[in-house]
C-alpha cells in the first residue's frame, strides 16, 4: 500500500494564481482531512469529509475549497492565492471517525506565493 | 473548545538522556489521546495512543499515560538517541466526531 500520497510536493505560486492540490489513499478509508502547517506551530484543520460527496470546513477555510468524489481522493483547491497561504499543506485520512482511529499523513506540499 | 498545550520547545538533550515533553488539554467529553511524531522533511505519523483514562501508550521506549484528573498525557523516554531527533505533537480526539485538535509541537534535538 501507498497509504497517502500528495502532488505537487513544492510549488511556487504568484499572487492571484490558483492550484489544486492532489491527495489520494488507497486504504479505503471514510474520512479524509486537510492540515495547513506554518513555520513553528501546530496543525490547522481547513476541511475535512467523512465520505465521497460530503465535506465540511474545519478552522480555517477561507481561501479554499474541496470536493470529494471518490473515496480515494479529496483535493484541495486555492483560488487566487495570497501570501497568507504560504505553508506546508497535509493531507490525512483515517477509517472512521470514532475518538480512537488514528490519522494516516501523507508527506506534505510545501507552497508559496510570492 | 477542544485544545491542546505542549511544553515549549525547542528541547535540546545529550544522547542518553531522560525525556519528558508536557501535554495537558481541554475537552468537553472523553477524548482519545495520541503522540504523532515528524522526522523531517516528512509527514505526522502516529507514535502512541491511549482511549481512556489511566491507559498507557507505549512504543519505541516512549510511554505516555492517560491522566484524566490531570488532563495530562506527558511524553516520557528512558534514554534518548540521535534517531530520536524530530517534532512532537500531542493531539487529543474527539469520540463523537471525526476531528482532532493538535498542539503546536515540540521540536526535539538529541546531540551525541
Known amino acids: 500500500n501507498a497509504g497517502v500520497t500528495q502532488t505537487p510536493k513544492f510549488r511556487i505560486l504568484k499572487i492571484g494564481q490558483s492550484m489544486t492540490l492532489q491527495c489520494t489513499q488507497d486504504?479505503?478509508?471514510?474520512?479524509m482531512y486537510w492540515y495547513r502547517q506554518d513555520p513553528g506551530m501546530g496543525l490547522k484543520l481547513i476541511y475535512y469529509?467523512?465520505?465521497?460527496?460530503?465535506?465540511d470546513k474545519g478552522e480555517v477555510p477561507n481561501g479554499y475549497n474541496v470536493s470529494r468524489s471518490t473515496t480515494e481522493d479529496f483535493p484541495l483547491r486555492l483560488e487566487l492565492a495570497a501570501p497568507s497561504q504560504t505553508s506546508v499543506y497535509f493531507c490525512a485520512s483515517s477509517y472512521g471517525g470514532q475518538g480512537w482511529n488514528e490519522q494516516f499523513f501523507g508527506p506534505g506540499t510545501r507552497l508559496t506565493v510570492l | 473548545g477542544d485544545s491542546v498545550t505542549q511544553m515549549e520547545g525547542p528541547v535540546t538533550l545529550s544522547e542518553e538522556a531522560f525525556l519528558t515533553i508536557n501535554c495537558t488539554y481541554t475537552a468537553t467529553g472523553y477524548p482519545s489521546l495520541f503522540w504523532y511524531v515528524q522526522y523531517p522533511g516528512e509527514g505526522l505519523q502516529l507514535l502512541l495512543k491511549?482511549?481512556?483514562?489511566?491507559d498507557k501508550g507505549s512504543n519505541k521506549g516512549f510511554e505516555a499515560t492517560y491522566r484524566k484528573e490531570t488532563t495530562s498525557f506527558h511524553l516520557e523516554k528512558g534514554s534518548v538517541q540521535v534517531s530520536d531527533s524530530a517534532v512532537y505533537f500531542c493531539a487529543l480526539s474527539d469520540p463523537n466526531a471525526g476531528k482532532s485538535t493538535f498542539g503546536d509541537g515540540t521540536t526535539l534535538t538529541v546531540k551525541p
Open positions: 491511549a482511549t481512556k483514562a489511566d
Open positions: 469529509s467523512v465520505g465521497a460527496g460530503i465535506t
Open positions: 486504504m479505503n478509508h471514510n474520512y
